[in-house]
């Protein structure tokens, strides 16, 4: 059965980044700590009892987003723990040394975070790729970049609950940022992203994924971010989904993730 790599987070982040432009995806192990993960899931609990299964604020309720799934976005307004998340060094290291080789990028920026937390019965999603929200800049970048391996946006997907094979496991088809566009995996091309609380699961914008089924009574819940080269537009504007004081409050270098430094305008991007 195939099986992605697996990092523990003091490994060297040119092993990771190998591993990602090579498989797709990779998973870091214990990059947050159960306590922290614990701290995190109490901070949005109050905010996701307040949401019911199958929709949010966008008003999202179909297959692709899951009728048995509740997600919530602007983060940083509900847990102050989130510019931890967001200036992870090891994350940070990886997302660079693939977006910003061979100066295709100066810098990156965060285009958005989103808690997505599975209930019993939700079905697997349908197999997409996160770059595919800017499709037609993805399949100038994938037929000019080396070897196929043109990157515009680098995802993380933290298991602030354990990811199992029955609780809905992220679907991952190592390889497929690779591929052809239109190509359909088979069943024996997709693994599954199982990893213990507080791992990470990193993966390219190109590759094909999907949440897994949740045929347990417990709730699988994760934590995305996405960071894009700085000269794409975000998904998320931060200072709409969250509170703009809490976003000016946070340090300079988390400002700049969110692109919402003094001027707003980035030069050189």
């Not at 109050?46 to 997600?71: A, C, M, P, S």
């Not at 509170?243 to 692109?259: M, N, T, V, Y």
């Amino acid at each position: 059965m195939l099986a992605l790599q697996h990092f523990s987070k003091e490994a060297n982040t040119s092993e990771i980044g190998a591993a990602i432009l090579k498989d797709g995806a990779c998973i870091v192990d214990h990059a947050l700590s159960a306590t922290f993960c614990a701290a995190l899931n109490d901070d949005f609990l109050g905010d996701l009892n307040k949401v019911e299964w199958g929709i949010d604020k966008l008003g999202y309720r179909d297959d692709f987003y899951g009728n048995q799934t509740k997600r919530l976005h602007g983060l940083f307004s509900r847990s102050s723990k989130m510019v931890d998340v967001l200036q992870n060094p090891v994350l940070l290291s990886v997302v660079k040394s693939i977006l910003m080789a061979d100066g295709k990028s100066h810098d990156i920026r965060l285009s958005n975070t989103e808690l997505m937390v599975l209930s019993q019965g939700q079905k697997n999603q349908v197999f997409h790729s996160d770059a595919g929200s800017w499709f037609r800049v993805q399949e100038k970048e994938r037929r000019d970049g080396p070897q196929g391996q043109g990157e515009i946006l680098v995802s993380a997907n933290y298991a602030l609950t354990e990811f199992t094979s029955d609780n809905g496991a992220t679907r991952v088809v190592p390889g497929s940022h690779l591929w052809e566009t239109g190509r359909t995996p088979e069943e024996s091309e997709i693994c599954l992203a199982t990893m213990a609380k507080g791992s990470v699961l990193i993966y390219s914008g190109n590759v094909l994924h999907s949440g897994g089924a949740n045929m347990t009574e417990n709730i699988r819940t994760g934590l995305y971010l996405g960071y894009a080269v700085s000269w794409l537009r975000p998904l998320e504007n931060q200072l709409v989904t969250n509170k703009p004081e809490d976003i000016f409050s946070l340090p300079e270098s988390a400002q700049q993730l969110l692109d919402v430094i003094p001027g707003g305008f980035t030069v050189m991007a």
